[in-house]
């Protein structure tokens, strides 16, 4: 889960987008220090993991797809599992079919049937994630 958060990764439920429900961080930095973020900084915080605005300026983001510090802990949002989900796909043959799922899926995502963090994928970011970046 770290380091699917800390790499922006995503999950299948309201909160898939892991980066969005990070709430504070331990770093050990390349001097051997250790930085904590957010509520974190606080000696007598207890809201580290509760409250994600924090303390002072927000830099968490520096440590994701970086190599600036070791996270050592990370405070993630949990929600309770729902009572149930499922992953679906819709391929289709013809570009100019887009448009009408579009339309049709559009209705589905306001009132929520599909949840917030659903993708829609052309043809060449499918084919990004099955191959090699060589290819």
């Not at 922006?8 to 709430?23: I, P, S, V």
């Not at 050990?28 to 606080?42: E, F, H, Q, Y």
């Not at 899926?105 to 963090?117: A, G, H, M, S």
Request: net charge negative; hydrophobic share 40%; proline share 4%.
């Amino acid at each position: 889960m770290v380091g699917n958060t800390l790499e922006r990764g995503f999950g299948y439920t309201d909160y898939g987008n892991h980066a969005a429900t990070q709430c504070g961080m331990e770093v050990v930095l390349a001097n051997g220090d250790v930085l904590r973020t957010g509520m974190g900084s606080i000696e007598i915080g207890t809201a580290w993991q509760a409250y994600q605005p924090g303390f002072g300026p927000s830099f968490d983001a520096m440590f994701m797809q970086s190599n600036y510090g070791i996270v050592t802990k990370l405070g993630v949002w949990l929600m309770l599992a729902p009572p149930a989900y499922l992953f679906g796909e819709i391929q289709f043959q013809r570009e100019d079919d887009f448009e009408a799922i579009v339309d049709i899926l559009r209705p589905l995502r306001l009132d929520e049937t599909i949840c917030n963090n659903a993708v829609i994928e052309g043809g060449l970011r499918r084919a990004a994630g099955l191959s090699a970046r060589s290819r």
